[in-house]
């Protein structure tokens, strides 16, 4: 008999299941459509790595360029991380024997890599490519913040779906020269309407239009 199969309290139930037959499907497109991953939207994220290496001193102070380092990040997908021999072109003379800088000098004498740690790994399903943007003036500090003034680098942003649809979308306040891409104190000068009118100007002449087709992030 129905009524002791279904007590007659799961009546109370019933418009409770239709409204989950109707969030459940939107929450999944939700999902699909804005990335929502904790796993990946750790912004924040700042593992100490095994020698203390001072961005704030180096891109900050001594005023390097990215590229002295990340050499091959207009040219390809990855920005590759110094070799130990970028570091000793200085410090086999300069301060030499400072003692933070003993795991540089047993990697120069061994040739084991220094352990760096990554703090920027986007799951292997995406694809990301530095030079796709660093060639058409979407600037470092976009993605990575003022790294210029960190002492330790950590994630400024969450790079989750839904953050890199968002400038797939609309490229136009983030725009800039190509030459001024790693120039960390570029636009600081300009109001936003400005800065809106130069990334407008650049994206018609360039004919800059970021995808936001699947295939373009997921292959
Ligand atoms: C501009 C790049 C980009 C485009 C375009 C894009 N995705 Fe993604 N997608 C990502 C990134 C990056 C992640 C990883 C996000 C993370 O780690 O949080 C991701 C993650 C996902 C995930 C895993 C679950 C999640 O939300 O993290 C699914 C499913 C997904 N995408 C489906 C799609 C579909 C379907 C489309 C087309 C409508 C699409 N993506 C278009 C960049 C993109
Ligand atoms: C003197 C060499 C040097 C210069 C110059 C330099 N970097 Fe780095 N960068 C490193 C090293 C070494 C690491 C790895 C250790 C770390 O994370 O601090 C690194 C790590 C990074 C990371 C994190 C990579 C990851 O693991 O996800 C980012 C982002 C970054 N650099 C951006 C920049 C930007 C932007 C500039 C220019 C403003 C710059 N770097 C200038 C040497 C350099
Ligand atoms: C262009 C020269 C140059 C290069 C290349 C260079 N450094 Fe330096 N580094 C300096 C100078 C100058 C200082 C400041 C020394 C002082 O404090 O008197 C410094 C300081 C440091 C310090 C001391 C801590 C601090 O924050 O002051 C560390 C550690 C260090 N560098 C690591 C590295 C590593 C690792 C690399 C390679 C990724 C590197 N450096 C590449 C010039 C350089
Ligand atoms: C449009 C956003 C964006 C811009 C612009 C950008 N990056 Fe990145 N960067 C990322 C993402 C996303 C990752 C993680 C890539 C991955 O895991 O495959 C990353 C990773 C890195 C790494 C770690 C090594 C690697 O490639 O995985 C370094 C170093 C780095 N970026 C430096 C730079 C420098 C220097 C610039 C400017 C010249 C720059 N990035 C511009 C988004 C950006
Ligand atoms: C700040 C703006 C910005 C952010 C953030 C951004 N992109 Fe882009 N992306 C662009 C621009 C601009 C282009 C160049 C489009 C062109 O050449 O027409 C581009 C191009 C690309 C391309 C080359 C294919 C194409 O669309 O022409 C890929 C792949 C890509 N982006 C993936 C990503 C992924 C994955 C993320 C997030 C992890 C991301 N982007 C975040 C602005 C951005």
Redesign the pocket.
Known sequence: MARFIFPKWTNALVPALGLAGVVVPFYIIYVVAYGFSPDTTHAGYQPP?PVP?S?AV??GELG???R???TTVEHAAHAA??PTQ??MNCHTQVVPDLETLDPLWDSYETGEPVE??????LPDYAYFDHSAHVNRGVS?IEC?GR??RME??HRQESLSMHWCLDCHRDPDPRLREVEHV?D?DWGLDKTPEERLSIGEELRKLNHINPSQDCSACHR
């Open positions: 790595q290496f961005h180096h891109a390097m360029d990215c002295y380092c990340h991380i110094p970028s570091c760096w740690i990554r703090v920027h790994d470092c990575h790294v210029d330790v680098v790693t960390m």
